[in-house]
């Protein structure tokens, strides 16, 4: 029977030692709001998915002429040789799909829906982004006053709200974008048509945003640390710009990827009522216009701009839910 072998003194302190390494070598990182709201947003699938989807239509809107000079379309020619002159409608099967035209062309015209999709990709999130802009702009300060000095300064922007919200916005809407649509303010042609359409919607829609500034304003006036910027004599405007304003940026990035997806859609509406986009250039809502006397025998015109419409916000409102689960975990 074989003795213990014994361990030396100078071989019992090296084991700690090496314990000690080990643990140096994976040190524990503190991770940030941001690192924690972005692990739990890729932890949700649809949410990615739906942000993959969005990231692809900017992408593709900000591409999109490029994209037609590569693909050789033009979404304002007429392809007569591809209408059937009995009928208006396009030659051969399925909308008369073919290697030159991917999705297929218009009927009565022969324009390429392909390329008027692309050219109506960019009108749709330009107008939406700058209405979702414009509005966010003027709810987040209205909001946040109310919100901080209650008092006269909440009951009177509340009932501005309200009288903004009393508004028949699509009413309204089309009287103003049918009133200015020959030139104004040194504008005319298309830039004027976007312009109108984002001053519409963002300048209408603002209360919505400013409702849910004013609400969060409320219940973080009361915290500690806006107390401690009391204390050491900071004014009004600091606090609400750089104590408030800072931790309001979750809410306002989840309302706003849900707020975009909506202007898309009223967008889309307009130029359908023939108030929005004019012709001859390309939006969603335009080409459903041109569909309605056709849907019947060539049901792909109109299958098309609205899959490409029910996909974009589909998308957003997928990014949406999910930014909302990962920057506000409770609301669960």
């Not at 030396?8 to 390494?21: I, M």
């Not at 987040?140 to 009932?159: K, P």
């Amino acid at each position: 029977m074989t003795a213990p072998m014994e361990t030396t003194g100078s071989q019992a302190e090296a084991q700690p030692e090496a314990v000690l390494d080990g643990v140096e070598a994976k040190k524990i990182e503190g991770r940030s709001l941001g690192q924690i709201a972005w692990t739990r947003f890729k932890r949700d699938r649809v949410a990615v998915a739906g942000g993959v989807v969005v990231v692809l239509l900017i992408l593709i809107a900000a591409l999109s002429r490029p994209l037609q000079s590569l693909l050789g379309l033009d979404p304002n020619a007429f392809n007569q040789d591809l209408i059937d002159p009995n009928t208006s409608l396009p030659k051969g099967d399925f909308g008369g799909m073919s290697w030159d035209h991917p999705l297929g062309v218009e009927p009565k015209f022969g324009r390429d829906i392909l390329a008027r999709i692309l050219e109506g990709s960019w009108v749709s999130l330009v107008v939406a982004f700058g209405a979702t802009l414009l509005s966010n702009a003027i709810g987040t300060v209205l909001g946040l006053l109310a919100g901080y000095y209650g008092g006269r300064v909440d009951s009177i922007i509340s009932r501005l709200m309200d009288t903004f919200l009393a508004f028949p916005l699509l009413l309204f809407a089309i009287a103003i974008s049918a009133t200015l649509q020959g030139g104004a303010f040194g504008l005319e042609g298309l830039p004027l048509h976007i312009s109108v359409l984002i001053f519409v919607i963002g300048f209408f829609n603002w209360p919505y945003m400013g409702r849910i500034v004013r609400a969060q304003t409320m219940a973080l006036r009361e915290r500690e640390f806006i107390d401690a910027s009391r204390g050491m004599g900071a004014a009004g405007p600091y606090i609400l710009f750089r104590e408030l304003l800072p931790n309001l940026v979750a809410p306002i990035i989840v309302y706003s990827t849900l707020l975009i997806p909506t202007n898309i859609i009223f967008e889309a509406s307009l130029s359908f009522l023939g108030v929005g986009i004019r012709p001859p250039q390309a939006s969603w809502g335009g080409m459903l216009n041109d569909a309605v006397d056709f849907f019947q025998v060539d049901p792909q015109y109109m299958i098309v701009p609205g899959l490409a419409i029910f996909i974009t916000v589909l998308a957003f409102n997928l990014l949406g839910d999910g930014l909302r689960d990962a920057l506000d975990p409770r609301s669960r």
